[in-house]
């Protein structure tokens, strides 16, 4: 097994090792990143499923009552028809044009509620192909964390592999020497030459992580291009980490709430108001300015969004 050991340890590891191992462990945490806002998008579109089970509840009984309106309004058509035929009378005139107001209300009312039902119906059949195609990105995120655990613990073994062997190979050339009794000074070890300065950091963002902020920032847009202002169910709003200081978010309309800070890498819980939100950010991403926005639309599960500044820019 040692010997196996040593062929891995062709010399110590080297800062582009580590560096490569770094960002897998990063590459790892920002799949994590994606696979919690999935989650968090699985969770707003079933609540938004159980308002429209709902609506479209309410919708049917509405379209089935005006059915019955509209079938009744026939038959007084059809009677007032009649009697005006055979009576031929002011009064029989008068009941026909009554009937025949009453009929075109009742024929209106069916097509308008008829138009309503299917809007909701088309409406709840996009949020179910949003949950479905949501789902399965949920599912191919944590596919993708599987490999990616494994290609991190498989690099972090060959290094630990390697650590091992060359502190054998140390410890045999200490008893060597010792055996021998010979001072022979100790190899001397060349560091390697300072590394030139790095090129400014150019982040690759991950493509799921783009389809995530895309989404996120056209929803957003939808929301504040209705008409006025809407509601703000919560002035003065603020967002804490836990143990740290409170920062307050800028209302930007129907119950939209925004704001930009850094963050801080490793899990942590963000608190607004008497919501706690959990959230994971790569190292890399320590000290980057992150948007948030606090969509409070349903005030009784509100929801948090969060995502690096920086991916902005690559939407364009």
Do not use: C
Not at 76 to 98: G, V
């Amino acid at each position: 097994m040692m010997t196996g050991l040593m062929m891995l340890a062709a010399g110590p590891i080297t800062a582009q090792e580590q560096a490569s191992l770094e960002a897998e462990k990063n590459r790892l945490a920002r799949m994590g990143q994606t696979l919690e806002n999935r989650m968090v998008e699985v969770e707003e579109i079933e609540n938004e499923l159980i308002s429209y089970d709902y609506k479209l509840e309410q919708a049917q009984q509405a379209v089935s009552a005006v059915q019955l309106n509209f079938e009744q309004s026939t038959r007084d058509l059809q009677k007032a028809e009649r009697d005006h035929q055979l009576q031929n009378s002011s009064d029989s005139e008068r009941q026909l044009r009554k009937a025949q107001h009453s009929f075109a209300m009742a024929e209106r009312g069916v097509d308008s509620r008829n138009r309503r039902l299917k809007i909701i119906q088309s409406n709840y059949q996009q949020l179910q192909d949003r949950l479905s195609a949501t789902q399965e990105a949920v599912t191919n995120d944590r596919a993708r964390m599987v490999a990616q655990e494994r290609k991190v613990e498989r690099l972090t073994n060959e290094m630990l592999a390697r650590a091992e062997a060359a502190k054998g190979r140390k410890e045999i050339d200490n008893r060597s020497a010792l055996t021998q009794e010979l001072k022979i000074p100790a190899p001397v070890v060349v560091a390697d030459p300072a590394p030139a300065p790095a090129p400014e950091h150019e982040r690759t963002v991950d493509g799921e992580m783009l389809t995530y902020v895309r989404g996120e920032k056209d929803r957003l847009q939808k929301v504040l291009e209705g008409e006025g202002e809407g509601d703000q169910s919560f002035p003065n709003l603020t967002l804490k980490l836990i143990g740290g200081t409170s920062i307050p978010f800028e209302f930007l309309g129907h119950n939209q709430y925004r704001l930009v800070a850094p963050v801080e890498a490793g899990r942590q819980t963000y608190k607004v108001r008497k919501w706690k939100f959990r959230r994971t950010i790569p190292a890399d991403d320590a000290g980057e300015p992150y948007v948030f926005i606090f969509d409070a639309r349903r005030p009784s599960r509100p929801r948090l969004v969060m995502y690096p500044e920086y991916v902005l820019s690559k939407l364009d």
